[in-house]
T-cell receptor, first 111, second 113 residues
Framework: RKEVEQDPGPFNVPEGATVAFNCTYS??????FFWYRQDCRKEPKLLMS???SGNEDGRFTAQLNRASQYISLLIRDSKLSDSATYLC????????????FGQGTILTVHP | EAGVTQSPTHLIKTRGQQATLRCSPI?????VYWYQQALGLGLQFLLW???????NRGNFPPRFSGRQFPNYSSELNVNALELEDSALYLC????????????FGEGSRLTVL
């Protein structure tokens, strides 16, 4: 079983749509959680951290369910510029210092 | 402020050769991470250096090695290159370790022929 699993997609949605990505992780001792974004042929960049209480940043909402070892990202009112690969990232647990990346979910927003 | 810089941008080698990739972290960052991103695969953790010491390494053979210099820059060495080593090698730095944000460089694309 992969340490971090994501649905690779691709998700093809029209502008203005709401889209949700899910991610599961296998190490129950994991401590920190993030969503990164990677544009085509570019480096990954932090989109947002994920906190147990859930957190929102504009059109983006991230949630964490430690009991189910599940992380989600919700994007509302999708823009063309949201087209990218979204990476679920988990750190901590038994392997300190290692950030484990999911394979990524591809999102394409079309006009 | 300069971001994470990596060199070379592209590198072509043949099987059995050695490759050396370099990374300069953001000024003030003491942690440097190396990741491999092969085509169709996610980012695979290679190495983590902090304050000049190797703190953790991923599930890669010993022919993948590196070091961190006193100025916190880092070098990744890959010996006895194999075709499957062809990938984008990403370096990242951080100020707060894994509890904080990783800032990635644009990567070095290694092609092994």
């Amino acid at each position: 079983r992969k340490e971090v699993e994501q649905d690779p997609g691709p998700f093809n949605v029209p502008e203005g749509a709401t889209v949700a990505f899910n991610c599961t992780y296998s190490n129950s001792a994991s401590q920190s959680f993030f969503w990164y974004r990677q544009d085509c042929r570019k480096e990954p960049k932090l989109l947002m951290s994920v906190y147990s209480s859930g957190n929102e940043d504009g059109r983006f909402t991230a949630q964490l369910n430690r009991a189910s070892q599940y992380i989600s990202l919700l994007i509302r009112d999708s823009k063309l510029s949201d087209s990218a690969t979204y990476l679920c990232v988990v750190s901590g647990g038994t392997s300190y210092g290692k950030l484990t990346f999911g394979q990524g979910t591809i999102l394409t927003v079309h006009p | 402020e300069a971001g994470v810089t990596q060199s070379p941008t592209h590198l072509i080698k043949t099987r059995g050769q050695q490759a050396t990739l370099r990374c300069s972290p953001i000024s003030g960052h003491t942690s440097v991470y190396w990741y491999q991103q092969a085509l169709g695969l996610g980012l695979q953790f290679l190495l983590w250096y902090d304050e000049g010491e190797e703190r953790n390494r991923g599930n890669f053979p010993p022919r993948f090695s590196g070091r961190q210099f006193p100025n916190y820059s880092s070098e990744l060495n890959v010996n006895a290159l194999e075709l499957e080593d062809s990938a984008l090698y990403l370096c990242a730095s951080s100020l707060l370790g894994v509890t904080g944000e990783l800032f990635f460089g644009e990567g070095s694309r290694l092609t092994v022929l």
